[in-house]
């Protein structure tokens, strides 16, 4: 696939592309995958890996606002 398949995941993430796309270029690289050949099911792999680490950045600086203990 090209990256129209990558395009199009960033795009429903609906977060800003510069934030998004390093991210999960990053991710497939480090996974041996190159963005120009990504399929569907590399994506969901990589996909749940950025979610947590999303989840984690976010806890973090809940915690440091002091929002959460």
């Given at each position: 696939m090209d990256h129209k398949l990558l395009d199009q995941v960033i795009d429903?993430?609906?977060?800003?592309?510069?934030?998004?796309r390093p991210?999960?270029?990053a991710m497939l690289q480090k996974k041996g995958i190159?963005?120009?050949a990504v399929?569907?099911?590399?994506l969901r792999v990589v996909l749940v890996d950025f979610l947590q680490d999303v989840i984690v950045?976010?806890?973090e600086t809940a915690?440091?606002?002091n929002?959460?203990?």
């Open positions: 429903l993430t609906g977060l800003p592309s510069h934030f998004v991210r999960l270029e190159e963005p120009e399929t569907l099911d590399d950045e976010a806890k915690r440091e606002c929002f959460i203990s």
